[in-house]
């Protein structure tokens, strides 16, 4: 099975402060995404990479930035975390369309 | 840009039937998949049409026509663990996007 992994559950962070997220895939896949999602909003698309050093911006990209160095890595940056950015954070991976994504777990992200 | 619309909730009970809709409007569109997610869960992946027509797996089924931008998913016999909640999302080339989601609530 594939495993998506992001490294944290629950994360606090204060105002300002710059946010790492990360999130590795075992499965060789080209394609990596990165969602945040809030009640009665679904899933939003923030960025997403179809291949190493190439990425692509999603629906919501202001206040965020990612790097894929490696293809198994995928990671979300707030450089400069706000409180409206408070939100479960999402990280899927996936091979082509058409074949399901597969989601982490999900970073729970209070920013106070 | 795209835009999906599916009801916000539904109930139904337990061995019932229920149908969740979801409508579309989107460019570069390659199929509609369906997701489910449990309350604290990650979104799960539960089936694609890529084609119109219906695909079926177990008691769960889905429906695409892409001339009426229009899909459904459809659960049969339904059981208390099918209580979550439920994503249309349409495939486009590179990426996905999901609709706001349906909470479905089984009662016994």
């Known amino acids: 099975d594939v495993k998506v992994t992001q490294s944290s559950r629950y994360l606090v962070k204060r105002t300002g402060e710059k946010v790492f997220l990360e999130c590795v895939q075992d499965?060789?896949?080209?394609?990596m995404f990165w969602y945040r999602q809030d009640p009665g909003l679904g899933l939003r698309l923030i960025y997403f990479s179809y291949d190493v050093k190439m990425k692509e911006k999603g629906d919501i990209p202001e206040g965020y930035s990612v790097s894929r160095e490696k293809k198994e890595r995928f990671s979300l940056i707030l450089e400069s975390a706000s409180t409206n950015q408070t939100s479960m954070y999402l990280c899927a991976s996936s091979q082509g369309q058409g074949n399901g994504y597969t989601f982490g777990s999900g970073t729970r992200l209070t920013v106070v | 840009g795209q835009s999906l619309e599916q009801p916000s909730e539904v109930t139904a009970v337990e061995g019932a039937i229920v149908q969740i809709n979801c409508t579309y409007q989107?460019?570069?569109?390659?199929?509609l998949s369906w997701y489910q997610q449990h309350d604290g869960g990650a979104p799960t992946f539960l089936s694609y049409?890529?084609?119109?027509g219906l695909e079926e797996t177990g008691r769960f089924s889905s429906f695409l026509s892409r001339s009426d931008s229009y899909g459904y998913l459809l659960l049969q016999e339904l059981q208390m663990k099918d209580s979550a909640s439920y994503f249309c999302?349409?495939?486009?080339?590179?990426?996905?996007?999901f609709g706001a989601g349906t909470r479905l609530t089984v009662k016994p």
């Open positions: 989107t460019s570069g569109f390659y199929g």
């Open positions: 499965m060789d896949h080209e394609n």
């Open positions: 049409n890529g084609l119109d």
């Open positions: 999302a349409v495939i486009l080339f590179n990426d996905m996007r």
